[in-house]
């Protein structure tokens, strides 16, 4: 009796010993396994599009999270596959923003906008990207949505991962018009970055850059600008603790919090590490890791409640349904 009633407590106390803490919790798995997904929110419903399933290969699903219920329901599948595919919800309809089609080795940056209506339950064509793009951040801002970075093709007919390039253009999308404009370049080109919109504020973290020609052809960085939609310019803030890309980032209090992500030197590995930056005083602080490392997930704020969705558990293929959840102190 005394034997079992050590390993209770040993078991109880092994997430905290492992660096995970019990805070997160697991929340109900995704019906469909998936990576390099983004989301966003309406009334406490997280909305995720395509991404890469458990074979590697890309899925056209639409999965819908009711914090509320604790369940998981489908829309009507995107008009094709893709992965890396921005997501967002403005004007009341949600967006399918461009991503890339193909099963690896093929990839193939799209300008393609997909938009679903909720109340006919349908999707019909939106306007094209101004430029095919994947690995960009999809953020919302006055109803206006708001892309930034991400990678484009080198040439036309570009149909690999090495055809396609970092940029740092930024294009917005007036949905009441339909129209796309220009905004003001982001001061560093990278892909896989997260952020989020706190007052008005667009915050980029982390990410990645591609360069064929080094030693090290994905690198990593620590990089945080923040762009004003009003000014339409940019500012840096003090950078993350830590180089992390392919993670996932959400706002809650006022704060952003981002988690894990992947590397590729000096090992590939996936981190679990999440942290917190505060506007006002300009700090980042450590948060409790995740309990399951992951990259390429999507993350959101529900019912006052941290929650991370899928990604893979080791760096590039690998998808899981993985759902954890925390609500900070």
Known sequence: MIRNAILASILTLLPTICGADPGWRPAPEMPVAAQEIYGAV?????YTLG???????????????????????????????RHHVGVAIAGGRLYAIGGFTGT????????????????????????????????HLTVVVADEIVVIGGRVPRAPGAARFADHADTSRVDILDTATGTWRRGANAPTARNSAAGGVIDGRVHVV??????????VSLSNVAIHEVYDPQRDSWSRRPPMPQAQGGLSAAVLD????????????????VFPDTWAFDPESGDWRPQPSMRTPRHGTAAATLNGALHVFGGATRAGLGAVATVERRTPD
């Not at 590697?56 to 009711?66: K, R």
């Not at 080795?105 to 306007?127: C, L």
């Not at 982390?206 to 030693?215: L, M, N, S, T």
């Open 104 to 135: 690896p080795p093929e990839w193939r940056a799209t300008d393609a906008v997909s938009v679903f209506d909720f109340e006919t339950e349908e999707w019909r064509p939106g306007p094209s990207l101004p430029v095919a793009r994947g690995e």
């Open 51 to 81: 991404g890469f399933g458990a074979d590697g290969a890309p899925v056209a699903a639409a999965q819908v999270f009711d914090a509320r219920a604790g369940t998981w329901s489908m829309l009507p599948p995107l008009p094709e596959p």
């Open 206 to 215: 982390g990410g990645r850059q591609f360069d064929p020609g080094a030693a």
């Open 254 to 269: 006022g704060r952003l919090h981002v988690f894990g992500g992947e590397a590729f030197s000096p090992r590939p590995h």
């Open 42 to 46: 309406r009334a406490d419903r997280f």
